[in-house]
């Protein structure tokens, strides 16, 4: 009876949850969601468990980028010397003035309107928009940045700059670039409150207010975000936490877990586990499952050979799987994703790099029940009765949500504390290098292209 009780306000409290995000926007009106039952047959096994590639690199095509066209547009002296007054402030925003060159553009200022002036002031203008729209950081030194913004797309320069020369509203325009989370904002108050010399606490609020604008300025009205060095996971309604789940990130290294901006598809329970080949075969476990049934069963594995003599093995549902009792979905080239563990125990350190890039979450479950309540319009019931039917059961979303993998060093903790967290990954040096360094100009390059690891092992 107690059991009863317990799950009865479990699931009243993930409703309740799901309902608070559900009016953040209305759901999609599409079809009920399709749930998959566990293959079967071995037609079944083959069509949906595919042999993947294991833990490997993908190459990235060569682009060469190219430098971006900053359009020139006429520019009235008051126009010209709102911009300047603005680019005199601009290290409020976390920016360097002497990136804009107000010295040249004050100096044509003072010698009248000209084609000279144009020029210079759309220039400053566009590099303005560039840094505050997409970040300072140059594309090199943002180490596995892979989350592509897509601010420069929505928000062109061309069309701020006919906007601010139309409304001659040239700071509002600016302004209007600035990220929308509060943690921006936080950061801002703060470098505004640290003394000039304190210098090394400026270059890192600094450099962490530039990372806000690598990211989407507007992330959505409901969307998941974890900063990798907090070991933190929240769900977030228009910017405020409802939920947050303790994580276990990537090693340091090569299973270091990359910077992503991906969407919610699925969420599966009771999931299986395609063992990658440096498991299978290069730790031996295939042959360990073939010549020991018993241990085999007993751990839930079993064994397949492809007709290119390839054995793979896949772990079945159940508790000791290594993904746990949930996986959500969200397609990447990288093969990271959410995911339950069975070993709890790693939730309790308080450094919690210890994946092969994929992230374990705590108290997956429930996420994955509300995110089946949220983006497939299930019955907390419902739900409820799959997550623990230990049969593979996939529920696709038909209402998706963002999932931000982010990197910060300084923000916002869970409790609303500015706070700094350690460079797990030594990802801020070459941020903090890049700020010393001149500006760089802006190229068509909008992520890393550094190798792409599948990272598919959770162990």
């Known amino acids: 009876m107690k059991t009863g009780i317990t799950m009865h306000l479990r699931l009243g409290s993930i409703a309740a949850l799901a309902t608070v995000a559900l009016a953040a926007g209305p759901l999609a009106a599409q079809e009920a969601p399709r749930i998959e039952p566990q293959p079967t047959s071995s037609a079944e096994f083959d069509a949906a468990f595919p042999a993947p590639a294991g833990e490997a690199t993908e190459s990235v095509p060569v682009i060469q980028p190219v430098p971006l066209a900053e359009p020139e547009m006429e520019w009235p002296l008051g126009e010209a010397q709102a911009l300047l007054s603005y680019i005199e402030q601009v290290g409020t925003e976390g920016l360097?003035?002497?990136?804009?060159?107000?010295?040249?553009?004050?100096?044509?200022?003072?010698?009248?309107?000209?084609?000279?002036?144009?020029?210079?002031?759309?220039?400053?203008?566009?590099?303005?928009?560039?840094?505050?729209?997409?970040?300072?950081?140059?594309?090199?030194?943002?180490?596995?940045?892979?989350?592509?913004?897509?601010?420069?797309?929505?928000?062109?320069?061309?069309?701020?700059?006919?906007?601010?020369?139309?409304?001659?509203?040239?700071?509002?325009?600016?302004?209007?670039?600035?990220?929308?989370?509060?943690?921006?904002?936080?950061?801002?108050?703060?470098?505004?409150?640290?003394?000039?010399?304190?210098?090394?606490?400026?270059?890192?609020?600094?450099?962490?207010?530039?990372?806000?604008?690598?990211?989407?300025?507007?992330?959505?009205?409901?969307?998941?975000?974890?900063?990798?060095?907090?070991?933190?996971?929240?769900?977030?309604?228009?910017?405020?936490?409802?939920?947050?789940?303790?994580?276990?990130?990537?090693?340091?290294?090569?299973?270091?877990?990359?910077?992503?901006?991906?969407?919610?598809?699925?969420?599966?329970?009771?999931?299986?586990?395609?063992?990658?080949?440096?498991?299978?075969?290069?730790?031996?476990?295939?042959?360990?499952?073939?010549?020991?049934?018993?241990?085999?069963?007993?751990?839930?594995?079993?064994?397949?050979?492809?007709?290119?003599?390839?054995?793979?093995?896949?772990?079945?549902?159940?508790?000791?799987?290594?993904?746990?009792?949930?996986?959500?979905?969200?397609?990447?080239?990288?093969?990271?994703?959410?995911?339950?563990?069975?070993?709890?125990?790693?939730?309790?350190?308080?450094?919690?790099?210890?994946?092969?890039?994929?992230?374990?979450?705590?108290?997956?479950?429930?996420?994955?029940?509300t995110m089946a309540i949220l983006g497939a319009k299930m019955p907390a019931d419902e739900a409820a009765a799959i997550s623990v039917s230990r049969e593979y059961t996939k529920v696709p979303m038909t209402r998706t949500f963002p999932v931000y993998i982010t990197y910060f060093t300084m923000g916002q903790d869970i409790d609303g504390e500015l706070r700094a967290f350690d460079d797990i990954y030594g990802r801020d040096k070459p941020v903090l290098a890049s700020f010393e360094a001149p500006r760089k100009l802006k190229t068509s390059q909008r992520k890393s292209d550094e190798e792409i690891i599948k990272l598919d092992n959770p162990l």
């Open 96 to 369: 360097i003035p002497g990136d804009y060159e107000p010295a040249k553009l004050r100096e044509l200022i003072a010698a009248g309107e000209s084609p000279q002036l144009s020029e210079a002031a759309s220039k400053s203008f566009s590099w303005l928009v560039e840094d505050l729209r997409d970040g300072r950081t140059p594309m090199d030194a943002r180490v596995q940045w892979f989350a592509v913004d897509p601010d420069r797309d929505l928000l062109r320069t061309e069309t701020l700059m006919r906007a601010a020369l139309g409304e001659s509203d040239v700071a509002t325009v600016l302004n209007s670039l600035a990220p929308t989370h509060p943690d921006y904002a936080a950061l801002k108050a703060k470098l505004a409150a640290t003394p000039k010399t304190a210098k090394k606490e400026r270059a890192l609020i600094r450099a962490n207010m530039d990372r806000w604008r690598w990211l989407a300025r507007d992330m959505g009205d409901v969307y998941l975000i974890t900063n990798v060095p907090e070991f933190q996971l929240r769900l977030t309604v228009k910017d405020k936490i409802i939920r947050t789940y303790k994580t276990v990130v990537g090693k340091p290294g090569r299973t270091a877990t990359p910077q992503l901006a991906e969407t919610v598809t699925a969420v599966v329970f009771n999931p299986t586990w395609t063992v990658p080949q440096s498991i299978s075969v290069g730790e031996g476990l295939a042959a360990k499952v073939r010549s020991n049934p018993g241990w085999a069963k007993a751990n839930g594995y079993t064994a397949r050979t492809g007709e290119d003599g390839t054995t793979w093995v896949v772990q079945q549902p159940g508790p000791g799987n290594a993904l746990g009792l949930m996986k959500i979905d969200m397609p990447n080239p990288h093969a990271i994703y959410l995911h339950d563990t069975p070993s709890k125990q790693f939730f309790d350190h308080d450094v919690r790099a210890y994946s092969h890039g994929c992230i374990r979450t705590e108290r997956a479950v429930e996420l994955g029940m």
